[in-house]
């Protein structure tokens, strides 16, 4: 199984993180399939890979050392795929998340940590 992992601090308030964060995942051609306010999953949508290929997002909001300024995610970019090669679909997938969420208009990149 292919795993990618990185964490984003933005300057952004908490109100408008979930919506624009939503917005990010759709641009990059992920459906949300779970949303708790907090936590959100999406998967890749289904036409271009093959179904072992399709990537799945999952990002954790840390509600717990956010301010009203700087809120933390965390990333958690996989799929089945084995990533027998440095540059698989999954990766792929993960640079594509990693610069739409470092490029959003609607916050200011703080920091950016891979895993």
Known sequence: MARYTCSFIVAASLERLQQSLIEVLQSCNFDIIYDTGDYLMAREIPGNVTFAKLVTVEVLI????????????????KNEELPLQV???????????QSAVSKNQHWQLVENVAG
Do not use: L, Y
């Open 62 to 77: 840390d509600k717990s050392v956010a301010t009203p300024q700087e809120v933390q995610m965390h990333f958690v970019i």
């Open 87 to 97: 540059d698989n679909h999954c990766h792929q997938m993960f640079q594509v998340v």
